[in-house]
């Protein structure tokens, strides 16, 4: 059924199409429609959920945790602040190997205070061990939060389902809801290896030595080291299982294609404006006029941002002759995070072949600032035209 | 032989010895038992039993006289402080040093 409603509405429809059993939620700027629209459905019995009110971020995933742990499908959602008081537990669930979903509503970062659309909140939780999703629209939203509960159910890695704040959250915009059938049989019930039960008591997590040790049983069980590897090859395998995940989707639902990256007249593009979110579309439009001007450009949007898809990435970009990244976030003393990965993935997998593209980087909207259409397009052109520079530069500074 | 196989991919323990790792080697002191002091040993009969109840590795055995695991007791000393007979003291583990000569 087409519908025309905001971000947050489509995430809540995904969530409840998912079945979710528990929702633990605090209220944050621009979540907060999010939080209101589940507690809505449960309250009204239209969702047949626990929704359990929490005084704290930090509580709200610590309640998933458990629930998760206990073998219910959980979901949690935040912004910003919020999810950067959740850190530790973001850590957590990851190490647990727990299938939580939650939605970032991308907000800027305090200090200093402020509620309006960058990337900063989810950028620096990369490194937590959690998949992450970044959307371009309403469609993405709805849709990744359902292909989020089933492929993170199949490699036990937490996902983020990220949207930029008030740019998707808040606007309307027309997109289908899948009919609750077809979700079923994309999405079979939560069914962990293990779930907590009083009849085989267990302690997980525990303090776990540096060494490998024989559990009661005398089965060699893994040290802290063996965990955390296992963790981060799962996630490498996980690019794997998205496809598959990609395919049952497309299959069932008729929409889809490429898990990992969105490009968009990037086939006989020279050169290759790329991003995360909302800004990819509003790219297309600066690349439509480029493209007026004679100039064979196009725009890569990064769907999977971890695990990094550095082959899909590295092919999809050989011999082009320049790559434009563009980011509402940054690594302070460095340059943005996804410049940083993606000349990586160049590096290892084009270097020393001819086909390394000349790499820029454009910082934009931080903190909200204003994102001018006309400002993207120009500093596209003044890349196109080789003026790249060894700092990234920033759009819309007035300093 | 790795830990590929193995059948959880975290960190799970069930109850039982060692699941914790060798919490032994954390020891700094070892509880040792005086038995001339110990109720159950003086009774010869089933009594007490407190340092059983209460040891939190679950290491000390409910029998005539009560014996501790010394692989897996962590030396936290909680069984000498709640004897009510100050049957157990805690002996610095340099004191055994000799006894683990030669060992790991
Ligand atoms: S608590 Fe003391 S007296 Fe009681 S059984 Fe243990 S050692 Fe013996
Ligand atoms: S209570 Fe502590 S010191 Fe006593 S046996 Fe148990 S672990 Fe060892």
């Known amino acids: 059924m087409h519908i025309i409603e905001n971000g947050n509405v489509a995430a809540a429809l995904g969530v409840m199409l998912c079945r979710v059993n528990v929702i633990a939620a605090y209220p944050i700027t621009p979540q907060t429609p999010l939080t209101e629209k589940l507690s809505e459905y449960v309250e009204s019995g239209e969702m047949k959920a626990e929704y359990i009110p929490v005084e704290s971020e930090h509580s709200a995933l610590a309640v998933c945790i458990a629930a998760s742990s206990a073998g219910g499908r959980s979901f949690t959602a935040t912004s910003a602040n919020g999810l950067l008081y959740m850190h530790e537990q973001v850590q957590w669930a990851a190490g647990a190997r727990l299938p939580i979903v939650m939605c970032v509503v991308n907000r ?52 983020m389902v990220c949207y930029d704040g008030y740019i998707l959250s808040h606007t309307y ?37 540096p060494d490998v040790r024989l559990d009661v049983r005398g089965e060699l069980a893994h040290g802290y080291m063996e965990i955390r590897y296992l963790l981060h090859e799962e996630m490498r395998k996980s690019l794997t299982v998205a496809a ?109 072949t001819g086909t390394l593209p000349v790499v820029q980087n454009i910082i934009a909207g ?15 052109r003044t890349a196109i035209k080789g003026q790249v520079t060894y700092e990234p530069v920033w759009i819309g500074l007035e300093i | ?77 909680i069984c000498a402080e709640e004897c009510p007979t100050k049957a157990i003291t805690m002996v610095d583990e340099s004191a055994f040093s000799e006894e683990n000569e030669g060992k790991e």
């Open chain 1, 108 to 159: 800027a970062v305090g200090a200093p205070w402020n509620v309006w659309n960058d990337q900063q909140d989810s950028i620096s939780q990369r490194d937590t061990g959690w998949i992450q999703i970044y959307c371009a629209d309403h469609q993405q939203i709805i849709d990744s939060i359902i292909k989020a509960y089933w492929l993170a159910e199949k490699v036990s890695i937490p996902i």
């Open chain 1, 173 to 209: 915009m027309p997109f289908d809801v899948p009919d609750q059938k077809k979700v079923d049989d994309f999405l079979p019930p939560f069914n962990p290896d293990y779930a907590l039960n009083p009849h085989e008591p267990a302690n997980l997590n525990t303090v776990t030595l």
């Open chain 1, 244 to 352: 598959e995940a990609e395919k049952r989707f497309v299959d069932i639902f008729g929409r889809g294609g490429d898990p990992y990256i969105e490009p968009y007249l990037c086939d006989d593009a020279e050169y290759v404006a790329v991003g995360l979110g909302s800004l990819t579309y509003q790219l297309r439009v600066c690349v439509d006029t480029l493209r007026k001007e004679g100039i064979k450009a196009g725009v890569m949007g990064i769907r999977f941002y971890r695990p990094f898809p550095d082959i899909a990435l590295a092919n999809a970009l050989k011999g082009k002759k320049g790559v434009i990244v563009f980011e509402k976030a940054l690594s302070y003393g460095y340059e943005g995070a996804l410049v940083s990965d993606l000349k990586s993935a160049l590096y290892e997998h084009l270097a020393g």
């Open chain 1, 366 to 380: 931080i903190g909200g600032r204003k994102i001018r259409t006309e400002d993207l397009t120009q500093n596209l």
């Open chain 2, 1 to 77: 032989m790795g830990t590929r196989n193995y059948r959880r991919k975290t960190s799970h323990s069930e109850p039982g010895p060692g699941d914790g790792g060798r919490t032994g080697s954390w020891r700094v002191e070892r509880p040792v038992l005086n038995t001339s002091l110990c109720i159950p040993c003086k009774r010869k009969a089933e009594a007490c039993f407190i340092c059983w109840l209460l040891c939190p590795d679950v290491v000390i055995s409910r029998t005539i006289p009560p014996t501790i695991d010394l692989e897996y007791c962590k030396g936290c000393g």
